[in-house]
C-alpha cells in the first residue's frame, strides 16, 4: 500500500509560528503538537499514544529536490529549557551518544587547540595524499588539496603527523574566517565534476523554508547575513563534530545560533544549526528546533525541521537510493533525539 504524502507546506506552519513567537505559540505547541503533521500524514492511533508517551517520533517529508532531504521530527519530554540550553552549548556532553566518534567546541576565536581531539583517519590520509581536482574521496577546494600536494613531504617518515597538523590548521584558519566574515568565507568543493559553493547550497535551504522571511524576518536576515544582522540576545558557537554515517565516518563543522523567548505557558528556545564544512554526503545542511517548556506541568515538546543537499548526481537520487536515504536519516534522527533525551532527562 502506498502512503500519502506528508504535506512538506503545512508541516513547516507550525514551526513558523513558533519562530514569530506569537502569544499562543508555546500553547499550541504543548497542546497538540501532532497538528503540525495534519491528516495527511497517516499518523496511527497507535503511533499517536506511543508520541504521548514520550516516543520520538520522525516523519521524512517529501521535496521536489531529488537531490533534498527534509525531515521532520518532535518529541515530548520532561526538562527544562534552562537544561536544554546548557545541553545544547555542551557539545562535549554527546561523546556518549552511539554515533560520535568526535567531537569539539570551538573557542570565540577558533584555534589549531579547539581541534585537539581530531585525527586522520587512514583512509582520509589516503584521500589527501591522492586529491585532485573532479578526482577525490573527499569534499575539499582545489585550494585545499593544492596545499596538502605542495606543504606535505608524503615520502617523509613523519607523513601522518604533518597532514594530521596540516588538516588541524585548516580547519581552524576556515573556521575562524567564517566567524569573521561569514557566507563570504564558505569553501567550494571540487571533489568531483559539479563545483558546489558550500554559501549557495545553504543559501537555496534558508530559502526553501518556507515561511520563514514572513514569520520570522530577523533569523532569516541573520541566517543569510551573519555576523551582520544579528537579532537581539542571540548568542552563536562553532562545533566540529565526527560520526558514523552509513559507510564511512563524516566530519562537519557547524555554526549554532539560539535565541531565547517567552511563551504564556514557559520559556521558548529556538536553535539554528547550519552546517558550513563536511567530508562526505552533503552539499549544505540547516536544521531548525523549537523548545517549549510548561512550567506547571514540568513537561516540554521539542519540534526539529531539517534540510539537508547531498553530494549526488545532478538527477539526483534514484528511488532505491532515496528510500535508504529515508531509513538512515530516520533512524539517525531518533538516535540523536533519543540520546538528547537521555542526557536531558538524567538525574
Known amino acids: 500500500m502506498i502512503k500519502r504524502r506528508v504535506p512538506e507546506r503545512r508541516s513547516f506552519g507550525l514551526l513558523f509560528v513558533l519562530l514569530a513567537a506569537q502569544a499562543d505559540a508555546g500553547d499550541v505547541l504543548l497542546r497538540a503538537p501532532l497538528e503540525i503533521f495534519g491528516p495527511e500524514a497517516g499518523l496511527s492511533a497507535g503511533e499517536r499514544s506511543a508520541f ?138 571540487h571533489d568531483n565534476p559539479q563545483p558546489v559553493r558550500v554559501a549557495d547550497s545553504l543559501r537555496r535551504l534558508v530559502e526553501r523554508f518556507d515561511g520563514l522571511k514572513e514569520a520570522a524576518p530577523e533569523l532569516e536576515r541573520y541566517l543569510l547575513e551573519f555576523p551582520a544582522e544579528r537579532p537581539d540576545s542571540a548568542r552563536d558557537f562553532l562545533y566540529w563534530l565526527r560520526e558514523k554515517f552509513w559507510m564511512k565516518s563524516v566530519l562537519s563543522l557547524n555554526h549554532v545560533t539560539l535565541l531565547e523567548r517567552s511563551s504564556p505557558r514557559g520559556p521558548l528556545v529556538l536553535v539554528a544549526t547550519r552546517q558550513i564544512y563536511a567530508n562526505h554526503y552533503f552539499d549544505s545542511h540547516l536544521g531548525l528546533t523549537a523548545f517549549v517548556e510548561d512550567v506547571e506541568s514540568g513537561t516540554s515538546v521539542l519540534i526539529s525541521l531539517s534540510r539537508s543537499r547531498a553530494d549526488v548526481r545532478p538527477s539526483g537520487f534514484t528511488w532505491i537510493e532515496r528510500a535508504l536515504v529515508r531509513r538512515l536519516v530516520r533512524g539517525r534522527l531518533e538516535s540523536q533525539l533519543q540520546a538528547l533525551r537521555r542526557r536531558l532527562e538524567a538525574p
Open 52 to 189: 504521548e508517551r514520550g516516543r520520538v517520533l520522525v516523519k521524512i517529508l517529501d521535496s521536489d529536490d531529488r537531490s533534498e532531504v527534509v525531515a521532520l521530527a518532535t518529541m515530548r519530554l520532561h526538562a527544562s529549557a534552562a537544561r536544554f540550553v546548557a545541553g545544547i552549548e555542551q557539545v562535549e556532553a554527546r561523546r556518549g551518544d552511539d554515533e560520535v566518534l568526535a567531537i569539539g567546541r570551538f573557542g570565540t576565536l577558533p584555534s589549531v587547540g579547539d581541534l585537539s581531539g581530531l585525527g586522520l583517519e587512514r583512509r582520509e590520509l589516503e584521500s589527501l595524499r591522492k586529491c585532485r581536482p573532479r578526482d577525490c574521496d573527499l569534499r575539499l577546494s582545489s585550494e585545499w588539496m593544492a596545499r596538502f600536494r605542495g606543504d606535505v613531504d608524503w615520502a617523509a617518515a613523519d607523513h601522518a603527523a604533518r597532514a594530521a597538523s596540516l588538516w588541524r590548521a585548516t580547519l581552524a584558519a576556515y573556521a575562524a574566517d567564517y566567524a569573521a566574515r561569514g557566507s563570504a568565507a564558505l569553501t567550494e568543493y
